[in-house]
Nanobody, 123 residues
Framework: QVQLVESGGGLVQAGGSLRLSCAAS????????MGWFRQGPGKERDFVAG????????SYGDSVKGRFTISRDKAKNLLYLQMNTLKPEDTAVYYC????????????????WGEGTQVTVSS
């Protein structure tokens, strides 16, 4: 069992930066691949970034490549998403998720989800 709690969201101007954190409970956290997803108003939940259990392999959605960086600290049971050069279209609720089978852009591959944190980017 893994419980996930996101934090770090807020209101930021376009061009600014935010760092999201996801705190995980459960001894098995280090064995799970992790992902960040987001859901904007009236939109589907989309893949943002994923990271392997080891932390050595990552993947990003096309819209955030070069601007966002996913990382993890297994010793502290933390997952991060560094978001730079934010745009109004990045406005969404951001969710972290844990997968026992590997990171993927497919929501169905994830076993556990957090409640989300709101990110709002003003123009």
């Amino acid at each position: 069992q893994v419980q996930l709690v996101e934090s770090g969201g807020g209101l930021v101007q376009a061009g600014g930066s935010l760092r999201l954190s996801c705190a995980a409970s459960g001894r098995a956290f280090s064995t799970y691949a992790m992902g960040w997803f987001r859901q904007g108003p009236g939109k589907e939940r989309d893949f943002v970034a994923g990271i392997s259990w080891s932390g050595y392999s990552t993947s990003y959605g096309d819209s955030v490549k070069g601007r966002f960086t996913i990382s993890r600290d297994k010793a502290k049971n933390l997952l991060y998403l560094q978001m730079n050069t934010l745009k109004p279209e990045d406005t969404a609720v951001y969710y972290c998720a844990a997968s026992s089978t590997g990171y993927s852009s497919n929501l169905g591959m994830y076993d556990y989800w957090g409640e989300g944190t709101q990110v709002t980017v003003s123009s």
